[in-house]
């Protein structure tokens, strides 16, 4: 089976390529090469995308081809040009307008507007999921087979957006019983999918031509049961201190990803349905996931190759003065009952 990925030389796309080149499949990776290199047993040909397909591409028949692009203009123009082989484009959850139902899946949730514009992220990052859900509409009027997969949070080995591998450095380099700084709930649903995971099962869907959309998610479960599941992965066993998003947003601490954050946390209800998809069609059409420990174990070991590991949220003298300030409350507040009796 002759392979065409779009990228396959950073995470995703580049896991993409090595599960086909371990499948033994003739794997071909088009990409600028300044982001990072494919895997071993892959080609490379270089392509700039907002150029045509160079014409060692274009003389070429591919089977299948994975797709991660955003860009609506790029993704027509790909599809145009490979218009006989199997799409399998990678979307995003970001392209449904509901983020707070839970157990939604492709069919039940509305889609945003979709914008047929290339724009620049930078200025308009809300365009993400618009752009994607005109990219998703270009692979399925043009392709004569599609699938389409929205993933969630990926996450594992090669993820540099820190967002889940905040976890398992933190809880590495705790000691025994020491207190860690939980957010939100222990009840809270969360949702993710190991990026070895999701390109095992694309690779999958492009070998078998599988048709249809599906989300690209693991099972939904509590996050108090995924940071025990990091903390056994790493070999921690932390005192977790849970609290509240009323208190964390008083302190100023930003949700999801950046260096004022605690990674994973979202506002409820706002965001309940965003970690919380039905993950039952795509576990029925093949998906397989690995344990949340492990994938926290490779993360582990992957960042700690890292000459600059890739990392976000608070540190910890600033967690342990939202810490001292949560205790301190909880005082005042105990205080205040005592009084009132």
């Known amino acids: ?23 033994g499949l003739d794997v071909v990776c088009a990409a600028r090469g300044v982001s990072g290199t494919p ?15 160079p014409v060692e591409l274009r003389q070429r028949d591919f089977d299948a081809v ?33 983020e707070h139902t ?7 949730l509305p889609l945003r507007e979709p914008v047929t514009g290339d724009v620049d992220l930078t200025l308009d990052p809300e365009a993400y999921g618009p752009m994607k859900v005109a990219c998703e509409e270009a692979v399925r009027e043009a392709a004569a087979s599609h699938t389409i997969i929205r993933p969630g949070l990926i996450v594992g080995p090669g993820d540099r957006s820190g967002r889940f591998s905040y976890w398992p450095h933190r809880l590495a380099a705790s000691g025994r019983g020491e207190e860690v700084l939980a957010p939100g709930s222990p009840d809270d649903a969360v949702q993710l999918i190991d990026v070895r ?24 479960m509590p996050i108090g049961d995924l940071l025990a599941g990091v903390a ?12 509240d998003q009323e208190f964390l947003a008083a302190q100023g601490v930003e949700p999801w990803m950046g260096p004022g954050s605690v990674p994973l946390w979202l506002p409820r209800p706002a965001y309940d349905g965003m970690l ?8 029925q059409a093949g998906l397989a996931v690995h344990p949340v420990g492990e994938t926290a174990g490779d993360t582990l070991a992957w960042l700690r190759t890292q000459d600059e590991p890739p990392l976000t949220g608070i540190g ?13 409350e909880g005082r005042e507040r105990e205080h205040a009952h005592e009084t009132t009796r």
């Open 39 to 53: 895997p071993d047993g892959a080609e490379l040909v270089a392509w700039d995308r907002a150029e045509p397909a």
């Open 1 to 23: 089976m002759r392979l065409l990925v779009l990228g396959g030389t950073v995470f995703l796309s580049r896991a993409v390529a090595a599960d086909g080149v371990r499948r």
């Open 66 to 98: 994975v797709d991660v692009g955003r860009h609506p203009s790029r993704v027509r123009s790909a599809v145009e040009t490979f218009p006989e082989a199997h799409w399998v484009f990678v979307s995003t959850i970001n392209v449904y307008a509901d």
């Open 197 to 220: 995971d999701l390109a095992h099962w694309i690779v999958g869907c492009a070998a078998s031509e599988r048709a249809g959309t599906y989300d690209g998610v693991g099972p939904a």
């Open 316 to 328: 910890r003298a600033r967690e342990a003065e939202i810490l001292a300030a949560w205790h301190e």
């Open 232 to 243: 056994e992965g790493v070999g921690a066993a932390p005192e977790w201190t849970w609290v």
């Open 276 to 283: 919380a998809h039905d993950a039952t069609p795509s576990l």
């Open 102 to 108: 839970p157990g939604g899946r492709p069919g039940t």
